[in-house]
T-cell receptor, first 115, second 112 residues
Framework: GAVVSQHPSRVICKSGTSVKIECRSL??????MFWYRQFPKQSLMLMAT?????????EQGVEKDKFLINHASLTLSTLTVTSAHPEDSSFYIC???????????FGQGTRLTVV | GEDVEQSLFLSVREGDSSVINCTYT??????LYWYKQEPGAGLQLLTY?????DMKQDQRLTVLLNKKDKHLSLRIADTQTGDSAIYFC????????????FGQGTTLQVKP
């Protein structure tokens, strides 16, 4: 159990367009999901914490109007990169915290390339 | 503050032991984790240790925690070429958010 699925795994989009990334907990309920960003050969940086039914909490320096997060159900959180630019190209990874447990499980990541 | 540091690269020969080191600054961390990331893939949880433990062993993996020095290590016995990957150390600060603070990752290269 405890499988987290991200979709798509890879996406290429044009500058100025928006891209939505989905994070689903397949076999458990997750009241909290986390969105991380990873630049090449660098660590994962937490972007925001997404709580089901409420607004996401963004880390310092992350633009909430650019990275829209919606956690509409206990099994789905979405990250929308709005008006994407080449500097938004990165590897985005979500994790989902199983309700009642301390452990968070990671999705396989989404490679976003903005051209 | 919260900060996690790792050396960036380690190269070993197949069959040798690998030791990946990590230091952290938050003395109130409750759990410390080791994750493995293969190229283009997400993170796979390898093992974790609770902050009141000194050691944890799981098959070829041994985690040592020196809480006084805020030092964590991961030893991989009989390292195989399939162990080549990036290994991330992460700490979970106190509080109940589930947020993790990651190190920069150590690239392990295993030579045949």
């Amino acid at each position: 159990g405890a499988v987290v699925s991200q979709h798509p795994s890879r996406v290429i989009c044009k500058s100025g367009t928006s891209v939505k990334i989905e994070c689903r907990s397949l076999d458990f309920q997750a009241t909290t999901m986390f969105w991380y960003r990873q630049f090449p050969k660098q660590s994962l940086m937490l972007m925001a914490t997404s709580n089901e039914g409420s607004k996401a909490t963004y880390e310092q320096g992350v633009e909430k109007d650019k990275f829209l997060i919606n956690h509409a159900s206990l099994t789905l959180s979405t990250l929308t990169v709005t008006s994407a630019h080449p500097e938004d190209s990165s590897f985005y990874i979500c994790s989902a915290r199983k309700t009642g447990l301390d452990e968070a499980f990671f999705g396989q990541g989404t490679r976003l390339t903005v051209v | 503050g919260e900060d996690v540091e790792q050396s960036l690269f380690l190269s070993v020969r197949e069959g040798d032991s690998s030791v990946i080191n990590c230091t952290y600054t938050d003395s109130s961390s409750t759990y410390l984790y080791w994750y493995k990331q293969e190229p283009g893939a997400g993170l796979q949880l390898l093992t974790y240790i609770f902050s009141n433990m000194d050691m944890k062993q799981d098959q070829r993996l041994t985690v040592l925690l020196n809480k006084k020095d805020k030092h964590l290590s991961l030893r991989i016995a009989d390292t195989q070429t399939g162990d080549s990957a990036i290994y991330f150390c992460a700490e979970k600060p106190s509080g109940n958010t589930g947020k993790l603070i990651f190190g920069q990752g150590t690239t392990l290269q295993v030579k045949p």
